[in-house]
């Protein structure tokens, strides 16, 4: 379900999601089950570092939600959006 979900959700004229979208999505999809998505959402309310979420960050967050962010490796693939929370939460 989640990985249909960012097609329906955003605009059919656009390509991204806008941020307040996701962060609602995310909340209600993931939250009970992974309790990063909090801290990821305080991030993008307080530090604003983009304006709407790609598919890429859409499709890779599921995936990054379920890591220990004490062995997240930033040489891997992941979305610079997800090396600059991980940046944000470690200070």
């Known amino acids: 379900m989640y990985k249909y979900t960012f097609s329906y959700a955003?605009?059919?004229?656009?390509?991204?999601?806008?941020?307040?979208?996701?962060?609602?999505?995310?909340?209600?999809?993931?939250?009970?089950?992974?309790?990063?998505?909090?801290?990821?959402?305080?991030?993008?309310?307080?530090?604003k570092p983009v304006k709407v979420i790609n598919r890429d960050q859409w499709q890779s967050f599921l995936e990054f939600a379920s890591q220990d962010l004490d062995c997240y490796d930033e040489s891997s693939a992941w979305p610079v959006l997800f090396d600059e929370?991980?940046?944000?939460?470690?200070?």
């Open 10 to 47: 955003k605009n059919k004229d656009q390509k991204c999601m806008d941020v307040d979208t996701a962060v609602v999505l995310w909340t209600m999809l993931l939250a009970d089950k992974f309790p990063i998505v909090h801290d990821f959402v305080t991030f993008l309310q307080q530090q």
């Open 85 to 91: 929370f991980v940046d944000w939460k470690r200070c």
